[in-house]
């Protein structure tokens, strides 16, 4: 069997399995996405989170990129933070949202690429309780989300901001690439630490925030704010920081584990409030409120994972982006094995010949 035709049959069994819908994660299957290799004959499969919010221009783009549209994704109902009518396909509670449908279709190997949108966390916090890298940003199709303005439940207006989610790192990145807008150098916001574009980039300044503090090295620069408390101080410590770093890494997690990360459940009363900030969802809440741009980067851990944070600067996500590929990742052989078994959905039944 060659090559080529390898990636045919694997595809055929990712639209087979899509159209099983196994968690119900699925809402409408293309199936003649296995008809649009791009240009080096490689087959890519995206899904696209069932909102409104994403615009048509982002599919587009991706399209231009190789990636062929595959799958229409369940999101949680008003965009809540947990999608109740969709569980985890590894705990079995419920899904974190709102691009919910999106991270598990990525994670089952449906599809290659994800593409939703992030609000409070809505593609961070998914991506990271599935152990898929993922990263947001305003930067992406910024004139037509500037037209989705949003108030979350604690009463802070925002625009969404589109988001991808990938299994592997070089698929992240050539998602980013397509959605990323160009540097407008004129405007001041090359990073390089350079008047001379020839110039060798500085190293990046690069903060790590931790429980006991606030950290560049070893260090320690200040003391670290209530990551699970409300989000007004958290967007005000992010914008303050990032104005004096090229990026913050902070470990987050696990998410939607030990407790549940949803202000509708959270509000009734301290023992709710308790469950939701034990649900290990920190900076993530925050990022697009602030206007900034961050990445999620696996860890083994169930859930967890670290989360570099940015500017919102095309040249500046681009260094951080080329940064975390250097992350050393180590996966979970149990789960690939498991989840990545696309035949385990197609058995034929009992009856056929072996």
Same mark, same amino acid.
């Given at each position: 069997? #060659?090559?080529?035709?390898?990636?045919?049959?694997?595809?055929?069994?990712?639209?087979?399995?899509?159209?099983?819908? %196994?968690?119900?994660?699925?809402?409408?299957?293309?199936?003649?996405?296995?008809?649009? =290799?791009?240009?080096?004959?490689?087959?890519?499969?995206?899904?696209?989170?069932?909102?409104?919010?994403? %615009?048509?221009?982002?599919?587009?783009?991706?399209?231009?990129?190789?990636?062929?549209?595959?799958?229409?994704?369940?999101?949680?109902?008003?965009?809540?933070?947990?999608?109740?009518?969709?569980?985890?396909?590894?705990?079995?509670?419920?899904? #974190?949202?709102?691009?919910?449908?999106?991270?598990?279709?990525?994670?089952?190997?449906?599809?290659?690429?994800?593409?939703?949108?992030?609000?409070?966390?809505?593609?961070?916090?998914?991506?990271?309780?599935?152990?898929?890298?993922?990263?947001?940003?305003?930067?992406?199709?910024?004139?037509?989300?500037?037209?989705?303005?949003?108030?979350?439940?604690?009463?802070?207006?925002?625009?969404?901001?589109?988001?991808?989610?990938?299994?592997?790192?070089? *698929?992240?990145?050539?998602?980013?690439?397509?959605?990323?807008? =160009?540097?407008?150098?004129?405007?001041?916001?090359?990073?390089?630490?350079?008047?001379?574009?020839?110039?060798?980039?500085?190293?990046?300044?690069?903060?790590?925030?931790?429980?006991?503090?606030?950290?560049?090295?070893?260090?320690?620069?200040?003391?670290?704010?209530?990551?699970?408390?409300?989000?007004?101080?958290?967007?005000?410590?992010?914008?303050? #920081?990032?104005?004096?770093?090229?990026?913050?890494?902070?470990?987050?997690?696990?998410?939607?584990?030990?407790?549940?990360?949803?202000?509708?459940?959270?509000?009734?009363?301290? *023992?709710?409030?308790?469950?939701?900030?034990?649900?290990?969802?920190?900076?993530?809440?925050?990022?697009?409120?602030?206007?900034?741009?961050?990445? #999620?980067?696996?860890? =083994?851990?169930?859930?967890?994972?670290?989360?570099?944070?940015?500017?919102?600067? =095309?040249?500046?996500?681009?260094?951080?982006?080329?940064?975390?590929?250097?992350?050393?990742?180590?996966?979970?052989?149990?789960?690939?094995?498991?989840?990545?078994?696309?035949?385990?959905?197609?058995?034929?039944?009992?009856?056929? %010949?072996?």
């Amino acid at each position: 069997m #060659t090559e080529r035709e390898k990636s045919l049959l694997l595809h055929a069994k990712m639209t087979m399995a899509a159209y099983k819908n %196994p968690y119900g994660s699925v809402e409408r299957v293309f199936p003649l996405a296995i008809d649009c =290799p791009d240009g080096s004959g490689k087959l890519r499969y995206l899904g696209v989170k069932n909102g409104s919010a994403i %615009p048509e221009e982002a599919v587009k783009r991706l399209k231009q990129a190789g990636y062929a549209l595959h799958t229409i994704d369940r999101a949680s109902f008003g965009g809540r933070a947990v999608d109740m009518g969709l569980t985890n396909p590894v705990t079995g509670w419920p899904m #974190t949202g709102s691009s919910s449908g999106t991270a598990v279709n990525v994670f089952l190997h449906f599809n290659d690429l994800g593409l939703g949108t992030d609000g409070g966390g809505s593609v961070l916090a998914p991506a990271m309780s599935l152990n898929l890298w993922g990263l947001m940003s305003p930067l992406f199709c910024t004139a037509a989300m500037k037209k989705r303005e949003k108030r979350s439940t604690d009463g802070i207006a925002f625009f969404p901001s589109l988001g991808l989610m990938a299994r592997e790192y070089e *698929e992240l990145s050539r998602g980013v690439e397509a959605l990323l807008e =160009p540097a407008d150098v004129s405007s001041g916001s090359r990073t390089a630490g350079e008047d001379d574009p020839a110039a060798e980039p500085r190293e990046a300044l690069v903060y790590r925030l931790e429980k006991d503090g606030l950290y560049q090295g070893d260090k320690r620069l200040g003391s670290a704010p209530d990551v699970s408390g409300s989000r007004r101080p958290l967007i005000d410590f992010l914008l303050e #920081t990032l104005s004096r770093c090229d990026w913050l890494i902070s470990r987050e997690g696990p998410v939607d584990v030990n407790g549940m990360g949803d202000s509708i459940f959270g509000h009734y009363d301290e *023992e709710t409030a308790a469950g939701q900030r034990q649900s290990g969802k920190g900076l993530m809440r925050v990022v697009n409120m602030a206007g900034a741009t961050a990445m #999620t980067i696996p860890e =083994p851990a169930l859930a967890k994972g670290q989360l570099w944070i940015c500017r919102s600067e =095309p040249e500046l996500v681009r260094r951080m982006l080329a940064a975390a590929a250097k992350a050393e990742i180590r996966r979970d052989e149990m789960a690939e094995w498991y989840f990545g078994n696309l035949d385990q959905y197609l058995d034929g039944g009992a009856f056929l %010949p072996q």
